[in-house]
């Protein structure tokens, strides 16, 4: 079942395409929650570690509060920090090729995924 998220316009009117680069734009954090902030926040629509980092950017309030470093970069990973847009919204297409190249990330990183995982509590 699929549900809607209220995203104010001026985030979806900065959104980039679907695979395309990020842009901090927000909206995939506005939509739906990461699997650190599942394990944070619980389950539910806006993530409330979003905070905004510039006039129209926006980034993850716990990657910018967390000293630790490995649980940093275990964040990073987990969010998929620099792959790209993966947000989808107004029955925007899916970029297939996107979603092979995470595919592929996903079985290269197998085990450092698992690690950052164990580290966030998740599985």
């Known amino acids: 079942m699929s549900w809607a998220a209220s995203i104010p316009r001026e985030m979806v009117a900065r959104k ?12 995939c954090c506005v939509a ?3 699997q650190v902030g ?7 629509g806006r993530c409330p570690a979003l905070v905004q980092t ?4 926006y980034g993850c309030g716990v990657v910018q509060e967390i000293e630790d470093a490995e649980l ?3 964040a ?3 969010i998929r920090a620099g792959e790209g847009c ?28 698992k690690r950052a995982q164990k580290l966030w509590g998740i599985r």
């Open 72 to 74: 940093r970069d275990a």
């Open 38 to 44: 599942r394990v944070l926040f619980g389950e539910g």
């Open 32 to 34: 739906s929650r990461c």
């Open 16 to 27: 980039p395409k679907h695979g395309s680069p990020c842009n901090g734009c927000g909206v």
């Open 76 to 78: 990073l990973l987990l």
């Open 86 to 113: 993966d947000a989808r919204i107004n029955g925007e297409k899916i970029n297939t090729e996107f979603h092979r190249q995470q595919d592929r990330s996903d079985r290269k990183n197998r085990k450092a995924i």
């Open 54 to 57: 510039g006039e129209v950017t």
